[in-house]
């Protein structure tokens, strides 16, 4: 006597389909939370002492590599150039001469051509 249920070949295909997306799912959640978790920490304590110190250094690190510590009122106005005469370098704008005096030397790709 036969079984009552006898599953095709598209079923069969359908449930490792399935199968296959579930493992894949659950293998990319447990990748996420092996490399994201962070263990929980208690403040006044010293490990939340040295975290904060960390947080300390890398905002100072990002000011350095940022170049200034601080932002001026007048460069977050809105619409305000720096130097508005044209062709001039926002840096030394009241001065004369072209805003960028570096030349290369003669070679075969410039053909001598910025001189």
Known sequence: MSSPFKPSFSSALIFFIVALSAAVVAESAYFRLKNNYVLPIKLG??????MGKIHE?????????????????????AN??????????????GA??????????????T?????
């Open 111 to 115: 053909r001598c051509a910025r001189n």
């Open 45 to 50: 304590t010293p490990e939340a002492h040295e």
């Open 96 to 109: 004369a001469g072209r805003a960028n005096p570096y030349q290369r030397g003669c070679s075969a790709v």
């Open 80 to 93: 305000k150039v720096p130097c508005g005469n044209r062709g001039q370098s926002y840096y030394n704008c």
């Open 57 to 77: 250094i890398t905002e100072r690190n990002r000011r350095v590599l940022a170049g200034t510590s601080h932002i001026s009122y007048d460069a977050l106005n």
